[in-house]
């Protein structure tokens, strides 16, 4: 299975840009990257997902890169509500609907 | 639009009685999805169903557990004489097809068996 490396924490200030970084080295032609996040105490939340070029929605953009080994989450003005983990995942055929979270990363906002 | 709905959000119980959850997917999605999270660890699939078929029903623990799906709409997901060791957040996700098709949480029902 195709697996994703993200740092385990990250903090940000209120207002500001943050770029989430996830590393997908062994992708495959036919994987998906998926974004969720999950806030304390409920269920995951999809973000964003993405198969080669940028995706741009109300709530994040995801820039992939040019070989697709490495994407990053960018929320442009992180908020308070901001503050999850959230998880890369790869996502594609045959029993990849089984999704798998990794540890995640852990983003903190101050005020 | 109404998204995925759980009922009930909180369930406690004691050990030995069954329990239902029930998962309302949102309307038109054909794949619907169990999962559950025990506390700080990550997704465990359970089963998913294509319409009211489920083709994969490899993650459910034990015979204990079963689910069904009516209608291609409303699941529930039976566990049966309960053990402590049952005590997680049941997820319950639907998508509008399946593979790479996003999958939409609902908010989890919580489930304590004493």
């Known amino acids: ?111 | 639009g109404a998204g995925v709905s759980q009922s009930p959000s909180n369930k406690v119980t004691e050990k030995g009685k069954d329990v239902e959850l029930r998962c309302d997917p949102i309307s038109g999605h054909t794949a619907l999805y169990w999962y559950r999270q025990s506390l700080g660890q990550g997704l465990e699939f359970l089963i998913y169903f294509q319409g009211n078929s489920a083709p994969d029903k490899s993650g459910l623990p034990s015979d204990r557990f079963s689910a069904e799906r009516t209608g291609g709409s409303v699941s529930t997901l039976t566990i049966q004489r309960t053990q402590q060791e049952d005590s997680a957040v049941y997820l319950c996700a639907s998508s509008l097809g399946y593979h790479q098709e996003t999958q939409y949480f609902g908010p989890g029902t919580r489930l304590l068996v004493l």
Not at chain 1, 36 to 61: C, D, F, K
Not at chain 1, 72 to 77: E, G, K, S, V
């Open chain 1, 1 to 111: 299975d195709a697996k994703t490396t993200q740092p385990n924490s990250m903090e940000s200030n209120e207002e500001e840009p943050v770029h989430l970084p996830c590393n997908h080295s062994t992708i495959s032609g036919t994987d998906y990257i998926h974004w969720y996040r999950q806030l304390p105490s409920q269920g995951p939340e999809y973000v964003i997902h993405g198969l080669t070029s940028n995706v741009n929605n109300r709530m994040a953009s995801l820039a992939i890169a040019e070989d697709r080994k490495s994407s990053t989450l960018i929320l442009h003005r992180a908020t308070l509500r901001d503050a999850a983990v959230y998880y890369c995942i790869l996502t594609g055929g045959g029993s990849n609907y089984k999704l798998t979270f990794g540890k995640g990363t852990l983003l903190t906002v101050n005020p």
